[in-house]
Structures are given as C-alpha cells and as structure tokens.
C-alpha cells in the first residue's frame, strides 16, 4: 500500500504556533506604528495652531506704530489696533479738499501704486502724509475718514506720474473724505488705509480656546462682526500679549517698541489618561516706531 507523506499532528501544532506568534508580532508592531502616527498627527495639530497664529500675528502688528495711537486696546489676551488695509498715493485733489483721486489699482497698473489687502469702505481711516510748510516743525500724517466707498472709473492723467498710458489714466478711483486736505498737502502724498480690528483669546461654541479675530467699521448696522477663529485650539491662557521696549522691558501699551507673543497649545493624548502633547512658542514683534 502506497503512502502520502504528510504532517504529523505535533507538527501541525508547532507550526500553529508559530504562525500566532509572528502574527501578533506582527499586530504589536502595527499598533505601535499606528501610535506614532497618531502622536505625529497630535504634534502637528498644536504646531500648527502655534505657527498659524505666530505668521498672522506678526503680519498684522508690524505696521503698528504706538506712537501714533495705533494701538486702541491693550491687554494679556487682546490687541485692538489699526488694520493696515492698503495704501496708495494723492493723484489729484479737488478744489474743496474734500475728494481726490487715486492711480489704478495693481490689477489695472504696470506701476500699481494704490494696493488694496481688502477694498476700503465709508467710515474706513485714511491717514495721509502732510510734509508740512515753513510754519510747520515737522512732517505728520493727518487723520481722515472715507465719507463713502472708493468709486472706480476716476481719472488719473498721465501727467500726473502715476499712469502711463490713456487706459491706466481711467481706471483710477476717487475718494471723499473727511475733513477735508489741508493746504500744505500735495498731490503725490502718500496715504494709508486702515480699519479697527482686533485679535482675541476666545472660547468658541465647542468649548475649546481659539485665536479669534473681528473688525469693526461704524457705517455697519452691526458695527463690530462676529469673532472668527484665526488659528487654534489653544490652552485657556495660550495666547498671551506682553508690551516691551527696545531693551526686552516691559513697558506701557503707548510706548512699546515690541509686542511680545506667547502661545501654547495641547493636544489630548491617543488613550484616556496618556498624556498630553503640548507645544509653545515665543516671540517679538517690531512695530514701526
């Protein structure tokens, strides 16, 4: 009678067991990847929430000079300060001062002398630069108010500098204001644009803590918007504003040189009661003296 080669039971069983063995190897080294990931993931939720709010913040503050009240409200977790919407320069100004003309926007313009972040609206700041006159001990910049939307379609003669062709000379815009030029100012001033705005630590619907930001313009039914989250989340008090001079002191809102930022963020960890991963960051902002 012929006979199969075959496997013996003591062998099937050796080899069941191995097989389980490699397999939850296999599994441990699985979960274990799983939970780098994870833990990677976390670390990069809290970075990034770090360096979002860090590149917005530092955008935002720069142009500020304290000097120059560009700072409205100041505290550990609050900035209220002029947005910087854009600037350009006087093309022409009306005989009453109280209107003027600016030079095509970039999308218009090879030169693109006016440039607007988001386009000015009425009840927008507009501080333009008066270099004063031989009565005058100084040049300054003079504070006006836009009385109504920039409108397009306004000229801005090629003589004027600012345009280089009979299409860019239409396309200007035209601005009123309030109160009007004075008299020691010309055409070619330049001028800037802002809006008050604010960032804030704020705790937002899901109970979690956000970087938030809102502006505020009183020609609006509701003057200042709803907080809009920036970057985040944050820990409770992982937003945190300092007001320093040029030496790192600290000092008063008014007299700052620098706003010092600080954030933390957290996130939880991959299992109930691990812990958490929490990452921060601190820096300096050099504001425009």
Not at 127 to 139: E, M, T
Request: aromatic share 8%; proline share 8%.
């Amino acid at each position: 009678m012929l006979r199969r080669p075959g496997f013996s039971l003591v062998e099937l069983l050796v080899a069941m067991v191995l097989a389980c063995a490699i397999a939850a190897a296999a599994m441990d080294s699985l979960v274990r990847q799983q939970r780098a990931f994870a833990a990677s993931a976390r670390a990069s939720v809290a970075r990034g929430a770090i360096h979002q709010a860090a590149e917005v913040l530092t955008s935002d503050l720069r142009p500020l000079s304290p000097r120059d009240s560009d700072i409205y409200l100041a505290a550990p977790d609050k900035i209220e300060f002029r947005l910087l919407l854009g600037a350009s320069v006087l093309c022409t100004i009306s005989p009453a001062r109280d209107a003027a003309t600016l030079p095509p926007t970039r999308a218009a313009s090879a030169l693109g002398l006016t440039a607007w972040v988001a386009a000015p609206q009425a009840g927008d700041t507009l501080l333009v630069f008066d270099p004063g006159g031989p009565g005058l001990a100084d040049d300054r910049w003079t504070r006006h108010v836009l009385t109504a939307d920039p409108a397009p379609g306004a000229r801005c003669p090629a003589t004027s500098g600012f345009t280089t062709t009979a299409l860019e000379a239409g396309a200007g815009w035209s601005i009123a204001i309030r109160p009007p030029l004075a008299a020691t100012v010309p055409a070619g001033s330049p001028i800037r644009f802002f809006r008050r705005a604010r960032f804030e630590l704020y705790r937002a619907a899901d109970a979690r803590w956000y970087l938030g930001f809102f502006d505020c313009l009183a020609t609006r039914a509701t003057p200042c918007a709803v907080v809009q989250p920036v970057a985040g989340p944050f820990d409770p008090s992982g937003v945190r504003f300092t007001y320093l001079d040029s030496l790192g002191a600290v000092t008063a809102p008014a007299a700052a040189s620098l706003v010092g930022i600080e954030l933390h963020a957290s996130t939880p960890g991959a299992t109930s009661g691990a812990a958490p991963w929490h990452d921060s960051l601190r820096t300096a902002v050099a504001m425009r003296d």
